[in-house]
Structures are given as structure tokens and as C-alpha cells.
């Protein structure tokens, strides 16, 4: 299957700082990109979906001002945490796709704030 | 609004016994239906992928149905192994190019 890099697998930031986590679809052309949060013993809950070249369309109850996601290129899309919070600490991953096919999945970032 | 529920949410088996997990979802015109395996504080590995047009899927000790009209999937682990253990997650796609909804998982855990 495709490859699917997501970076950094975990960081540790201070509480009211930013964190970007980076989403790259290595070996294809990714025109949608999917972000998801985790929290412990929970399922994956999307966040938010972006297509190349647009706006990211937002999960409700998802503050778009607090999640930065970009998707400039079509093998890299980030999603930026602002001004972090402890109960933002999460399992944030992203999955790519294009077209039609299947979506294939990052390793996931362990995102933990202090 | 499609939801996914997975039942039961934990299995403890031992080796060696066959097992079903189950995936019910509640908007049964769905584009296709995936398995997945997680282990803990990992990603996600895709196990099967059935298409809506598909009644199952198989690979190797791993068995997946998918009965649109009842909105339900199986996914059937052969013989299992302490290296089954794991949280599996059914997803299901509503549209071609649209995001996954997961369900909540089933841990499982095989004692040797």
C-alpha cells in the first residue's frame, strides 16, 4: 500500500505554545487529506477533512482558529496546534488519499502539554 | 449521521480459538467498510478493506463480512495467537471520498 509519514511521532510542549504536525504522503498524490484525534480507550474522532489548494472543512466542535490545517501541496498537509492546552494532549493522526481510493494512514503523533 | 458501534468493546480468549468481532453501523448505504488492527500507543494497520459491492473479504487467518442490508460486519480471526492482541477498529466510508467513521473497538487479548 501507499506510505503515509506523519512527523513528529511524539512531543512534549509547554502549555500556551503552538505544535505543528506534519502529514506526508510519500510514494502519491494525496487531494484529501484527513486529520484525527484521539483520546485514551476512545475511538479516532475526525477532525477535520482538506483538499489541496482549499480551506479545510471542519468537524463541528472543532475550534478552526485553535487547529491550524494547511494542505498547500499535494503530499504535504499540517495541522497546527495553537496555544496548547493540557486537555489538548492527544493522539493526533492524519490519513491521505486521492481520488476515490482507499485512505492510508500515518504512525500517529503522541502530542503531550504541560 | 452514520455511527459505529462494535461489540463487544473487550474479548480475553486463549490461544488457539476461533473469534468473531462484531461491527454494526446505522446508515447501511455505505461505500465500503474497513478493518483495522491497533497496538497500544501505535497507529493504525489496515487488515481488510470490503467495497459495498462485496459480500467478504480474506486474508490468511483473517475473515471479513459485510451484510449491508442488516448494517452489519464480522471480522474473524482463525486460530488465534498471543500476537492477535491488539484493539480492532471497524470503519465505514460513506462516500467515495469521504472520511472514515469509526467505531470504538474491541480489545482483544489471547493468553498463551
Known amino acids: 500500500g501507499a506510505v503515509v509519514s506523519q512527523h513528529p511521532s511524539w512531543v512534549i510542549c509547554k502549555s500556551g505554545t503552538s505544535v505543528k504536525i506534519e502529514c506526508r504522503s510519500l510514494?502519491?498524490?494525496?487531494?484529501?487529506m484527513f486529520w484525527y484525534r484521539q483520546f485514551p480507550k476512545q475511538s479516532l474522532m475526525l477532525m477535520a477533512t482538506s483538499n489541496e489548494g482549499s480551506k479545510a472543512t471542519y468537524e463541528q466542535g472543532v475550534e478552526k482558529d485553535k487547529f491550524l490545517i494547511n494542505h498547500a501541496s499535494l503530499t504535504l498537509s499540517t495541522l497546527t496546534v495553537t496555544s496548547a492546552h493540557p486537555e489538548d494532549s492527544s493522539f493526533y493522526i492524519c490519513?491521505?488519499?486521492?481520488?476515490?481510493?482507499?485512505?492510508?494512514f500515518g504512525q500517529g503523533t503522541r502530542l503531550t502539554v504541560v | 449521521k452514520q455511527e459505529v458501534t462494535q461489540i463487544p468493546a473487550a474479548l480475553s480468549v486463549p490461544e488457539g480459538e476461533n473469534l468473531v468481532l462484531n461491527c454494526s453501523f446505522t446508515d447501511s448505504a455505505i461505500y465500503n467498510l474497513q478493518w483495522f488492527r491497533q497496538d497500544p500507543g501505535k497507529g493504525l494497520t489496515s487488515l481488510l478493506l470490503?467495497?459495498?459491492?462485496?459480500r467478504e473479504q480474506t486474508s490468511g487467518r483473517l475473515n471479513a463480512s459485510l451484510d449491508k442490508s442488516s448494517g452489519r460486519s464480522t471480522l474473524y480471526i482463525a486460530a488465534s495467537q498471543p500476537g492477535d492482541s491488539a484493539t480492532y477498529l471497524c470503519a465505514a466510508r460513506n462516500q467515495a471520498g469521504t472520511a472514515l467513521i469509526f467505531g470504538k473497538g474491541t480489545t482483544l487479548s489471547v493468553s498463551s
Open positions: 510514494d502519491f498524490q494525496a487531494t484529501t
Open positions: 470490503i467495497q459495498s459491492s462485496q
Open positions: 490519513s491521505a488519499a486521492w481520488g476515490d481510493t482507499e485512505a492510508f
